[in-house]
């Protein structure tokens, strides 16, 4: 059975810094691309990052330059690390991982198509 599970949320006021992590087990971490979403209340769900198996990252140009992706396949974890923190960034936060790795070839930007397994999130609130 796979699992999911994000941690590192909390409140933090505009400009400081807050490290998301993500850990997983039941699928081959190495093998899989891993990103962040969010969802702020009453929007749609937004695309964060994302990490490749490869380790080729990309970014939301809303949060370029100031979150950084990272993985760690030796822990099966998966970080965030979120500097110069907005208001507007203030969302639930979810990690996901996809194993299929014909699937993800198929994409040039692992920000692209749709990621099979989910976390229950964690809460970044920023205050002004």
């Known amino acids: 059975q796979v699992q999911v599970v994000e941690s590192g949320g909390g409140l933090v006021q505009a400009g400081g810094s807050l490290r998301l992590s993500c850990t997983t087990s039941?699928?081959?971490?190495?093998?899989?691309?891993m990103g962040w979403f969010r969802q702020a209340p009453g929007k749609e769900r937004e695309k964060v990052s994302c990490i490749n198996n490869s380790g080729r990252t990309s970014y939301a140009d809303s949060v370029k330059g100031r979150f950084t992706i990272s993985r760690d396949n030796a822990k099966n974890t998966l970080y965030l690390q979120m500097n110069s923190l907005k208001p507007e960034d203030t969302a639930m936060y979810y990690c996901?991982?996809?194993?299929?790795?014909?699937?993800?070839?198929?994409?040039?930007?692992?920000?692209?198509?749709?990621?099979?397994?989910w976390g229950q999130g964690t809460q970044v609130t920023v205050s002004s």
């Open positions: 996901a991982a996809d194993p299929r790795t014909a699937y993800r070839a198929y994409f040039g930007d692992c920000l692209s198509g749709e990621y099979k397994y």
């Open positions: 039941g699928l081959t971490f190495h093998d899989s691309s």
